[in-house]
């Protein structure tokens, strides 16, 4: 069975510009979570999609947003990039919603680097 | 509000010693707790959780919840645990799982 596949795998931005980053689930999961990593900060939930709703969304500016298909791909967006939003950004996906220990356990993608210029 | 706390950046111990890892949460409803890991070049994976109450690897965490913590320990490390360990709180009314900031274990030969 794939396990969870990001695109792209290393991206560099200029200040002011968007990107969309991709996150295509192990088949069959529902759920997709997102997280961005920072060596200072660890990681920092941004926000979790549920058949293609979005369940709940961390603190993060209105900049970041997401989506999730009917397919359970995910891509989330930044828009207006500042040099902050360096940083490791990873997709999980789980079988069923987040934080459920049957079927919460979480599976990483290897991440999108995003680096901003 | 929710929050993991991993007070040890990095914990350095010799081959075949005590390793215990801590995690302390804040959460007032009844939490689910995991640990996770990441070793060298490799994903961040599952390690173990609360409610299965299983050893992984010779890892095992146990759930206090009058101190709010949920340790994780190994009576001897070896080399292969060389990691950075995550510890994570989820909570299902809410629909998400949030880590601490990770601990950088580091075994000596």
């Known amino acids: 069975k794939a396990g969870v596949t990001q695109t792209p795998r290393y991206l560099i931005k200029t200040r002011g510009q968007q990107v969309t980053l991709s996150c295509s689930p192990i088949?069959?999961?529902?759920?997709v979570s997102w997280y961005q990593q920072t060596p200072g900060q660890g990681l920092q939930f941004l926000f979790e999609?549920?058949?293609?709703?979005?369940?709940n969304k961390g603190n993060f500016p209105g900049r970041f947003s997401g989506r999730q298909f009917s397919n359970s791909r995910s891509e989330m967006n930044v828009s207006t990039l500042e040099l902050g939003d360096s940083a490791l950004y990873l997709c999980?996906?789980?079988?069923?919603?987040?934080?459920?220990?049957?079927?919460?356990?979480?599976?990483f993608g290897e991440g999108s680097r995003l680096t901003v210029l | 509000a929710q929050r993991v706390t991993q007070p040890e950046k990095l914990l350095s111990v010799f081959k075949g010693a005590p390793v215990e890892l801590k995690c302390n949460y804040s959460?007032?409803?009844?939490?689910?707790l995991f640990w996770y890991v990441q070793y060298s070049r490799q994903r961040l994976q599952l390690l173990l959780r609360?409610?299965s109450r299983e050893s992984i690897k010779g890892f095992t965490a146990d759930l206090n919840k009058g101190e709010t913590s949920f340790h994780l320990k190994k009576p001897f490390a070896q080399e292969e645990d060389s990691a950075m360990y995550y510890c994570?709180?989820?909570?299902?009314?809410?629909?998400?799982?949030?880590f601490g900031s990770g601990t950088r274990l580091s075994i000596r030969p």
């Open positions: 999980a996906s789980s079988t069923g919603l987040a934080g459920f220990t049957d079927t919460g356990e979480l599976f």
């Open positions: 088949s069959g999961h529902r759920s």
């Open positions: 999609y549920f058949s293609e709703t979005q369940r």
């Open positions: 959460y007032s409803g009844s939490p689910e």
């Open positions: 609360h409610i």
């Open positions: 994570a709180l989820g909570y299902s009314s809410a629909s998400k799982i949030i």
